[in-house]
């Protein structure tokens, strides 16, 4: 009797360490979020809420390559549209990042004279989705709405155009930096999805502490950088991009990075699920030669 007292008091005694712990953990979490955030977000639920039909997404290869793993503490809700999966942050109202796959079909569809006119979308607000911004909250705070899956690459279909709209997908950048050097990236990952059987695209802001705010409450984050991920599953190979959130003095071409330095900079885990062996390989390398060459328009 007495061995199983002593044995119970351990047990009692190492649960109760434990809730202690967890109580750090929890605390060290919610230390990313300055007060305003956690007085504003406290009391919401975190857990997504049912999709419409219209948002569940649909791949034409491996869907788990759109997979990211993103750090324990880091707020997030996993939205999957149709052609694009968002990992969307409440705290900071800006994606942690976005996902999509861009098959040479789709290219070619996007750019026939079938496809959808931007002109006729309009940025929307996800009711659906905690922290989500209206399109209004942007006006006179000196930023553009910034796609992170840009719609050059979704006017191939309306479903797909229409939800690429959606606030979710949307970061404050500056006109200089999303009209000019970063637009020639997106232009050539377009391109190379012409010659390549598919491409994964990852694209996302680098979150930091201090970012500025802008919206009604100031209460959107303005990221000083972001990155690009593109990888080719055919070719096995892949690049990463990096441009601060200003107008940037050299070509896109000079940017170019590896996947292992943006998942430095953030803390992603991108195409996890590939072998050990070959993602090692795969994301050390940035050699920009390895891509068909592309001259944007000045």
Not at 9 to 27: N, T, Y
Not at 60 to 78: C, F, I, K, M, W
Not at 97 to 122: F, G, I, P, Q, W
């Amino acid at each position: 009797m007495r061995k199983h007292l002593i044995f119970y008091s351990a047990l009692l005694l190492s649960m109760a360490l434990a809730g202690c712990r967890g109580g750090s953990e929890r605390a060290d979490e919610s230390a990313q979020v300055d007060s305003f955030y956690k007085s504003a977000y406290s009391n919401e639920l975190s857990t997504p809420q049912p999709r419409d039909e219209g948002k569940h997404y649909q791949s034409t290869g491996d869907a788990s390559l759109l997979d990211v793993r993103l750090p324990e503490r880091l707020d997030n809700q996993t939205v999957r549209y149709k052609s694009i999966v968002v990992y969307f942050n409440k705290y900071y109202r800006v994606p942690n990042c976005v996902a999509y796959e861009l098959t040479n079909t789709m290219t070619s569809m996007a750019d026939s004279r079938d496809a959808e006119n931007r002109a006729n979308y309009k940025f929307e607000r996800d009711h659906d989705v905690k922290g989500c911004p209206d399109w209004w909250e942007y006006k006179e705070s000196g930023y553009t709405r910034g796609h992170m899956a840009p719609a050059m690459d979704m006017r191939w279909d309306k479903t797909a155009m229409r939800q690429c709209f959606l606030m979710t997908n949307i970061c404050p950048q500056l006109d200089e930096m999303n009209d000019g050097e970063w637009r020639h990236v997106e232009e050539a990952v377009h391109k190379w999805s012409r010659t390549a059987k598919r491409l994964v695209v990852f694209t996302g802001p680098i979150l930091t502490n201090n970012m500025k705010r802008i919206g009604k409450h100031q209460d959107i984050a303005v990221p000083e950088r972001f990155f690009k991920v593109i990888y080719s599953p055919e070719q096995n190979r892949a690049i990463a991009f990096v441009m601060e959130n200003k107008k940037m003095p050299n070509s896109w071409t000079n940017y170019a990075t590896t996947i292992d330095k943006v998942e430095a900079l953030t803390g992603y885990d991108f195409l996890a699920l590939l072998e050990d062996k070959v993602e090692n390989v795969i994301e050390s390398k940035q050699n920009i030669k390895d891509w068909p060459s592309y001259y944007p328009r000045r």
